[in-house]
């Protein structure tokens, strides 16, 4: 039970995602000797990927390398584990925009990067320690990487690195210059990753599969290709308002972590293994007396961001972990004595994320109720951040204890709170409110405002899967069932179903031969989708037959 339920595509299609997957070592550690051959030998088994454009040989395009990733995401979407959890996504959404307008002063982004890329975080509940780019502006961030990092500086230490291999092209110069390479076995590589995660036995299998060793090694970036990374990242990252020294301080928080706990939980290692140059690198950007400093005064803890780093990496931990004594663990998890105001309030608030998922929603009340009052001793800032939060989860374990008027009182009551300085985007409010007017019985009022702000949103927001399916239940309590169909069929596509949404939109159009005026209006509109995505289905299958 997540915070939000994920939209499930009603046909799924996870034999699809289980044949994609096949042998392949997901991001497997850079291997110098392959990646320099790369660099020298050209691509003497160039297949042309007729389209997705021009580029064999040379770097992939912008928009070729986008289209690329917009196949890969289609591909991995709607995998169980790629995972939407509004207030987890929002965190990082504001590091990552932080980041990302850094980076665009910096010069870093050209405009025609800028406008073709997506430049897109999404979150993978993997409870190892990974995050990676993609083609097209993608990131992916385990919610491991989350729940290990002990501050926003460290964490964003990670996406500025990952978003300084999108900006340095690495990606495509990497696929210029391995042109046999196809979008097919990229999306296997990630899905690879997926499935490692959640059967480890099967990934050994696909390791020494006899694939393996083809695709093994070609989302391995070079050693330069890194070092550039690192140093392209620490500018983003201090530009943007973040303590440089996060890099440093990452580096040698998973240097430790690792050698404590050498079980292959950490693939990030994998992909950028900690050599004494890159340390040493990093080290020299702050400076010795930076380095002794940033070690012995770890991170900055009074900032509201540093609240929501707490509460989101152990709203992660508990997202994270399926396994039922491990929520137990953290159910029955009480703070520390010699714990921090900003610990002991996580602590408390993963134990009641916990108690929710083990459906004990009264004590997960309970203790949210403790983790406000243990908040009265933070710094203001760091307050209003908490009782959001709080408030959140408060109003999402009502509505799973079926108290629907309880949830709507709770959540006016929030939306009169004055708001403190907290970053968050409208997002998890906007899908909450949706969920608590679901919940009413007869309130077309309360229906009626949820829906056109979820309008409002998603023509801002066309890939927003949640938002569409909440819209289209919304849309059959109005009686619109043509809207609902469409808004379905949005959320489908959204999640890269394109024959689920083809179908949907073709059986409204044949129940509603003769439509009304209003339908009229409608149909057109959803006779553009469909050819859209009829369109974008034939491209799919061209490229699938050029493999
Ligand atoms: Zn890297």
Redesign the pocket.
Known sequence: MAFWPRLRPARVPRSLALTLAVACWPLACGVPAQAQKAHTSGAPNAVALPALGDSVGQDLSPMAERRLGDRIMRSIRRDPDVIDDPLILSYVAEIWEHLLKAARQRGEIGTDLDTSHAWEPFLVRDKTVNAFALPGGYIGVHLGLLAMTTSQDELASVLA??LS?VTQRHIARMMGQQARQSWVSLASMVLGILAASRNPAAAQAMIYGGQAVAIQGQLN?SRD??RE?DRVGFGVLSDAGFEPAGMALMFSHLEQASRLNDDGSFPYLR??PLTTERIGEAQARLGIQGWHQALSNGPASDSSLAAWHALMAARARVLTDTRSDALHTLATAVPAKNASSLQAVSTLYAAAVAQQRTRDLVRAQQTLQQARLSAKLLPPAQQGVVERVVAYSQVDMLLDAGQAAEAARTLSKLSEAPRISEPLSPRPDLLLRARVALAQHAAPDMWQDAAYRLQTHVSDHPGDASAWALLSELWQHLNQPLRAIRAEAEAVAALGDLPGAIDRIQGAVRRFRQPDAADVIELSVMDARLKAWQRQQREDMRDEAAQ
């Open positions: 690195h990952e291999h970036f290709m890194e990374a992909t950028h």
